[in-house]
């Protein structure tokens, strides 16, 4: 799914920032700054970079805990589901971009699933039904239903984030951004945490902001790459277009096997079709320039 | 083994298990009365096997056992104690009064432990923090107690964690004066406090997320409601609060040594 | 060296994480020891410096037997690196938690100060002598669990879960100076689940699947078995899986190296 030809216009971008810098109250230089950046509704943004670089900063921009949570200075535009964040308080941006954090265990609080997957619910006043409603459909896409009664602490940590994944698609927001939430997740259960959210994306229509390191596995979910680097966004734009660039050489950050290997064959004469982004596509690809040489 | 253990909660169902916390507290203060109200040894006994019924329906037999061989401890210390306080400031009848007494004071407190015992092993933390809220205590104290709860087996590992990453550094706990025991603790707390405190930055961070403070009023998915049982119990135990009123007042309670002279 | 003898260890609340595990480790060797969350591989590695002993069975290091010498002893030939540097940092400044365990091996004043010397060093942080490790980034604060560790020198050297929140720079800093360790003639054991990173260093592995070692050999062999990364919950390198869909090309089935896999392609592609 790609942005289409002609220009978006504010109706299509569920997320908007222009020219953002925010300063942390104790910061010495921006987190970040000058940040414009459109993001259209239904897409699947990865948002990478080196460490300090803005990006969880950012992400916590766009349900409004920076700027009213941590305080500090925020200039420039930033605009969240037609919302101006600056203007309205966190409990009311939260129902409109949900945030999954980094460690899964900080992130639940009550004694068991069913009650943490409601308290966003609980906090908003909702009635008991339609609460009831909403948390067993949650348990549901999230394939976590049979947990319901477990205390969190008894969970994997890929349980405990899809856990942490429900008790926010409860509160139907149309942004979900989760922050390096496979940090401490084993591959497999890396695996089962992106295609949940691929889920949420493709059946739902959920616009997903998604920071991650782990570029191999989530590259191919996603529409857009956005590579920050020292405060600033350096690239954007399509997985393939992005990963060859010399710049992401340059800032170093995890691109794709496929991607190097695609490469080292052009460094050595050898031009594929396509820069593939995948292991399945290289393979494609490859193939392909066998089949030619031979012909 | 503690005495703690006769007090942490098990998963377990039984009817007891089902019945509101408010009406198990309450039952166990009107024991607590009672017990009180007596200070004589067949009474308090009577009290004490009056609650083995519950607490066999509660099916606990075997950790709330756990709990009163711990206690044991104290109830010799406390029987100790009276034993000796009795006999230094004179003024006792009989040595059998005094023995009698003493004792009397030691079911006193194991009572105690037998009601409140009752209650905490048969009330999930949960429950509990679900009956603070809806008989009025303000939700943030009550969120504060079961978050709390909920993070108990969480910091217990991270404790031995650091205690093992400073062992593999040399840190020796048992070696070193009283003083250096002390100051052996260091190297465990600090990282734990500062864990701590990153923990409640990340989960109010989470809170937040999740629309804390939107309402006023929150709803609560679960709601504690009064049933049968509930109120039988509730009956129960007001019917033995004025059954024991009236004996204290008009009905003269034998000592166990007179029972014993009668009978001879 | 490192003999583990057919060692069983159940935990005190019954769950038996190691069932009959038996490995050589022998000096300056470089193992990774992988599998998925809850395989058994830290509780394995947990036995190396006494920090658990075994239930059933025995683990010596240079012939002494765990079982009654204290972890305080065994630390000195065995450091342990733990995943979270948050878990030991408590001191004023980066100097005083470098040179903690030294203090607390009886080092003498102008030996350690030569050690800390060195270990800042080695690993950049002579300019944060003076600073207190709580204002220091996520990055940096590993360094410093890094330093206090190597400050001692040990001979074996043991990472647990090293790449865990890691970009890619800082994941290239630490493969280049794992293999430094290791050429330095240390015996490094590394615990991990990030299959690309040790395709990259090319350790000796142990694959780990349920309390039980299921294979072992070298990083080529064992990772492209298909078979065995399932077994393990592991997946398989990407360089391996773009070369199982070119298997109609009669490509060897056992690279793993991205740099390898290129010239393979460019020498076959030449030939034809």
Redesign the interface.
């Known amino acids: 799914m790609s942005p289409s030809e002609d220009d978006g216009g504010p109706e299509l971008a569920i997320i908007k920032t222009e020219n953002l810098t925010y300063t942390y109250p104790i910061g010495v230089k921006p987190a970040f700054e000058d940040v414009s950046i459109e993001i259209e509704k239904g897409e699947f943004v990865v948002l990478t970079g080196p460490s300090g670089c803005g990006k969880t900063t950012l992400c916590r921009c766009l349900n409004g805990l920076v700027p009213h949570f941590y305080g500090g200075k925020l200039e420039g535009e930033v605009t969240v589901a037609g919302l101006r964040v600056t203007e309205h308080p966190i409990y009311e941006l939260a129902q409109h971009a949900g945030l999954v954090f980094q460690n899964p265990e900080n992130q639940l609080f009550a004694l068991s699933v069913e009650k943490d997957v409601a308290f966003g619910l609980e906090n908003l006043g909702i009635s008991r039904e339609e609460i009831q409603r909403r948390v067993n459909w949650a348990l549901q896409i999230t394939g976590i239903e049979d947990l319901r009664n477990r205390a969190p602490h008894e969970l994997s940590g890929g349980q405990q984030q899809r856990v942490a994944i429900a008790s926010i698609l409860v509160m139907q927001p149309e942004v979900i951004v989760l922050d390096e939430p496979t940090s401490f997740l084993d591959p497999l259960g890396a695996q089962k945490i992106f295609q949940v959210i691929d889920e949420l994306n493709k059946d739902l229509g959920i616009t997903v902001i998604l920071v991650e390191h782990r570029l191999d596995m989530a590259s191919r979910y996603a529409d857009r790459i956005i590579v920050m680097n020292k405060g600033r966004v350096v690239l954007n734009g399509k997985p393939r277009e992005v990963f060859d660039s010399e710049e992401a050489r340059l800032i170093g950050i995890g691109i794709p096997k496929a991607t190097r290997l695609y490469q080292l064959l052009k460094a050595n004469g050898v031009n594929l079709n396509r820069v593939p982004v995948t292991f399945h596509e290289a393979s494609h690809v490859i193939k392909e320039a066998f089949i030619h040489d031979r012909s | 083994m503690s005495m703690f253990d006769g007090f942490r909660f098990r998963g377990t169902s039984s009817p007891i298990h089902q019945l509101d916390p408010r009406v198990k507290f309450i039952y166990a203060c009107i024991m607590f009365v009672i017990a009180i109200l007596f200070s004589q040894f067949i009474p308090l006994l009577v009290l004490f096997f009056v609650q083995i019924p519950l607490v066999w329906t509660a099916r606990i037999m075997k950790e709330w056992m756990r709990s009163m061989r711990a206690s044991a401890m104290f109830a010799v210390i406390i029987f100790a104690t009276n034993m000796l306080s009795y006999y230094f400031y004179g003024g006792y009848p009989s040595l059998s009064w005094l023995f009698e007494r003493a004792a009397a004071m030691t079911l006193r407190f194991i009572v105690l432990i037998e009601s409140f015992s009752l209650f905490f092993l048969t009330t ?3 429950h509990l923090g679900l009956a603070l809220e809806q008989s009025g205590v303000p939700y943030d104290i009550c ?1 504060a107690f ?2 709390a ?2 993070f108990v ?2 910091l217990a590992e ?1 404790a031995q ?2 205690l ?9 706990l048992e070696k070193g004066n009283f003083v250096k025991r002390i100051k052996n603790y ?2 465990v707390l ?2 734990l406090i ?2 701590a405190i ?2 409640s930055l ?14 006023e ?7 504690l409601t009064m049933k049968k049982d509930d109120y039988l119990l509730i009956l129960a135990s007001v019917l033995m609060l004025g059954i024991s009123v009236y004996v204290w007042l008009f009905i003269p309670v034998p000592s166990f040594t007179q029972l014993l002279s009668i009978s001879a | 060296m490192i003999e583990v003898s057919d060692v069983y260890f159940t935990y005190p609340n019954g769950v038996e994480a190691l069932k009959g595990v038996s490995l050589t480790i022998r000096d300056g060797e470089f193992i990774a020891v992988m599998g998925q969350n809850g395989a058994g591989k830290t509780t394995l590695v947990k036995h190396f410096n006494g920090l658990l002993k075994p239930t059933r069975g025995k683990v010596l290091i240079d012939g002494v037997d765990t079982q009654n010498v204290s972890v305080a002893t065994l630390a000195r030939k065995v450091g342990f690196v733990f995943q979270n540097p948050d878990n030991q940092l408590f001191c004023e400044t980066v100097e005083d938690e470098v040179s903690y365990a030294l203090k607390n091996f009886g080092f003498n004043e102008e030996t350690i100060k030569e050690r800390v010397d060195w270990a800042l060093n080695l690993l950049d942080m002579v300019e944060y002598r003076r600073v207190s490790p709580f204002m220091l980034s996520g990055g940096e604060r590993k360094r410093v669990a890094l330093a206090s560790i190597l400050a001692w020198d040990p001979n074996i050297v043991i990472l647990d879960e090293p790449t865990i929140g890691q970009d890619y720079q800082q994941k290239e800093r630490l493969r280049q100076f794992i293999l430094q360790l290791n050429n330095q003639g240390k015996t490094v054991i590394m615990v991990t689940h990030d299959v690309e990173f040790v395709t990259d260093c090319k350790p000796h592995i142990v694959l780990m699947a349920q309390g039980r070692i299921i294979a072992e050999g070298e990083a080529n062999k064992v990772l492209t078995d298909p078979e065995v990364v399932s077994q393990a919950s592991l997946i398989l390198p990407e360089v391996t899986q773009i070369f199982l869909g070119l298997r109609e090309l009669d490509l060897p089935q056992d690279v793993i190296d991205v740099y390898e896999a290129s010239r393979i392609l460019l020498t076959k592609l030449g030939e034809s």
């Open positions: 999930s933390p949960d969120f079961t978050t709860v909920r087996p969480v991270e964690t650091i093992d990453a400073q062992k593999s550094r040399g840190l020796e260091i190297p600090i990282p500062v864990s990153r923990r990340e989960l109010a961070e989470a809170m937040e997320s999740r629309a804390w403070g939107a309402v009023k929150r709803t609560n998915l679960y709601v």
